[in-house]
């Protein structure tokens, strides 16, 4: 059973960065690609970006794209999400989660695992 546990989750200012982290358990974590997505009150949750496992591969949403990244360390079973340039919009509760599918899975139901959670908010 694939444990997800995030972190680095806070209250940031426009404009400020955070980085959030996410360590898996219990699964071979290079064999699985990894996704971050949020949800913020009254909206669905959506996508916000992913890392394939083979090949090394990353998607984002048109919404993030040149202020996030998504990267993986393998050796530390840990995904992170550097968010840069932060805006109010961007305040939501972030989840990690974790697939065995291939590919760059960018859809909530193509995902296994989830984590409980960590929340981002960003004051003007």
């Known amino acids: 059973q694939v444990q997800l546990v995030e972190s680095g989750g806070g209250l940031v200012q426009a404009g400020g960065s955070l980085r959030l982290s996410c360590a898996a358990s219990?699964?071979?974590?290079?064999?699985?690609?990894m996704g971050w997505f949020r949800q913020a009150p009254g909206k669905e949750r959506e996508f916000v970006a992913a890392s394939a496992w083979i090949p090394i591969s990353t998607d984002y949403a048109d919404s993030v794209k040149g202020r996030f990244t998504i990267s993986r360390d393998t050796a530390k079973n840990t995904v992170y999400l550097q968010m840069n340039n932060l805006k109010p919009e961007d305040t939501a509760v972030y989840y990690c989660?974790?697939?065995?599918?291939?590919?760059?899975?960018?859809?909530?139901?193509?995902?296994?695992?989830w984590g409980q959670g960590t929340q981002v908010t960003v004051s003007s």
């Open positions: 219990g699964g071979t974590f290079s064999r699985y690609a």
């Open positions: 989660a974790a697939t065995n599918r291939g590919g760059v899975p960018t859809e909530p139901d193509e995902y296994r695992y």
